[in-house]
């Protein structure tokens, strides 16, 4: 049931949704493209993890338009299986834009790197809200190919986990947790800037082995298996695993058994537990380099395996009682921000002009709110809800939000921030 008090913020976080889709024809083979941009000011493309949350948003317009999104994103999907983090539909104009991003093309219109497979989570949720299994028919094959490409590539000691090859393949780009792996003395003004110069120097770094995932990897010259990554590649698996359950008589190319993905799954969280975990500290740390060293950086990625339905219900209680609910790190007025309060690199403000550093985001907050759920912390659950909800209506649809005060920061109109209406559906407000 819709509550007048939510009125404004359901009203504009649809508003938004209209206000950034773009359709036309692309000189792309002449396809048709037809999704929502996170902003049309500041981010004109499509983003791999932005377009899953979109379809998720979507789903509280149309879920006709959900589907679209998803379709549209797939044209990306390389005969190798690989999904590239960006597609450019159309730059006629969009110079500008272009030169803000340290991208590498592998084609005139897609990047060379990936970002977090979010993807499958969107496509249950579709499952879940349309039973569609003509749908499921469509998009799983590219899916599975994809989650197939990135265990094939990159995961070259086979533990479970997935590494990583450049910060924003995380979708976190510049996060203190970064900082030591990209070669950064962080002093809060200065992060900007020398956060492009170490892109570069990593860009060039792969110069000799770009496209060939193998020898990128062995470079070592960054090689994060992220936390945050890898939770999300974990659900997604058991996501998968639960659609092909649904259903088991679509003819789907391998790795078409649900048991297998879900022992894949398994495998993502005991590697978790077994490499990434601190039993003293309480948190979950990436691990940096072939050496796999835990970089102790206190970021919202050391307490994502909450997402995780098989993660110990001990281990969800001291991340929840020694971290996310403690205000000196985690439990602001606007949580949950993306850097404890306690970090020295901590930038609430965004002073830094670099991203990642301090303020909420709405989209993780979406992921937090349902591991909260599934672990049986409904009341805290919904207190996270209402705290996103507040902030939004205080801050706007901004991109990122003090997490103490509320003000908004980045993008306006930001396309994600409307993951509040799945949230206010899932908490009985619309
Ligand atoms: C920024 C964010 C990234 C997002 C992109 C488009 O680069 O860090 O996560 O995908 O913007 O919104």
Redesign the pocket.
């Known amino acids: 049931m819709a509550s007048s008090r939510y009125a404004p913020l359901i009203e504009n976080a649809r508003r938004v949704l209209e206000a950034n889709r773009l359709q036309g024809v692309s000189d792309w083979e002449g396809r048709r493209y037809d999704f929502v941009c ?1 902003s049309a000011e500041t ?1 004109p493309f499509q ?1 791999l ?2 377009s899953a949350f979109h379809a998720v948003c979507l789903l509280h317009v149309d879920p006709a338009l959900a589907k679209q999104e998803v379709r549209c994103l797939l044209h990306g999907a390389q005969p190798d299986g690989f999904l590239p983090h960006m597609l450019l539909w159309d730059t006629t104009g969009r110079e500008a834009q272009l030169q803000q991003y340290d991208i590498v093309l592998a084609d005139p219109h897609f990047t060379a790197t990936t ?1 977090p497979p979010v993807l499958a989570r969107a496509v249950e949720c579709i499952y879940q809200a349309t039973k569609d299994r003509d749908f499921l028919a469509e998009v799983l094959p590219p899916i599975l190919r994809w989650f197939e490409w990135l265990s094939a590539n990159r995961d070259p000691d086979e533990d479970g986990l997935l590494a990583i090859l450049q910060p ?1 393949e995380s ?3 510049a996060s203190p947790k970064y900082d030591v792996p990209m070669g950064i003395s962080a002093r809060a003004s200065l992060v900007a800037p020398e956060q492009r110069a170490a892109m570069q120097r990593l860009i060039e770094r792969y110069q000799e082995a770009r496209g060939d995932q193998a020898q990128m990897l062995h470079l070592d010259a960054f090689h994060v298996e992220d936390v945050l990554f890898n939770a999300i590649y974990g659900d997604g698996l058991r996501c998968l695993a639960r659609l092909l359950d649904a259903a088991p008589d679509l003819d789907l190319p391998a790795p078409s058994l649900a048991g297998e993905l879900d022992q894949r799954a398994g495998k993502v969280t005991s590697a978790l537990l077994e490499k990434c975990w601190d039993e003293e500290a309480g948190v979950f740390w990436d691990l940096w380099g072939r050496g796999e060293s835990q970089v102790k950086v206190l970021t919202i990625s050391s307490l994502f395996p909450i997402i995780l339905e098989d993660v110990p219900d001990e281990i969800v209680r001291r991340l929840l009682s020694d971290h996310l609910l403690d205000p000196a790190e985690f439990w602001t007025r606007y949580p949950v921000p993306s850097v404890a309060l306690d970090e020295p690199s901590f930038d609430p403000s965004f002073r830094s002009q670099a ?2 550093r301090g303020p909420t985001w709405v989209n993780t907050n979406w992921y937090l709110y349902y591991g909260l759920v599934r672990h049986g912390y409904t009341d805290i659950a919904a207190e996270l809800a209402n705290r996103t909800f507040d902030m939004v209506m205080r801050g706007g649809q901004r991109e990122f939000f003090n997490p103490l005060t509320g003000e908004g920061y980045g993008a306006n109109d930001f396309s994600w921030t409307s993951l509040v209406l799945d949230l206010l559906h899932a908490e009985g407000h619309l």
């Open positions: 996170p981010y983003w993890w932005d970002q924003d979708g976190l780009d991203i990642w």
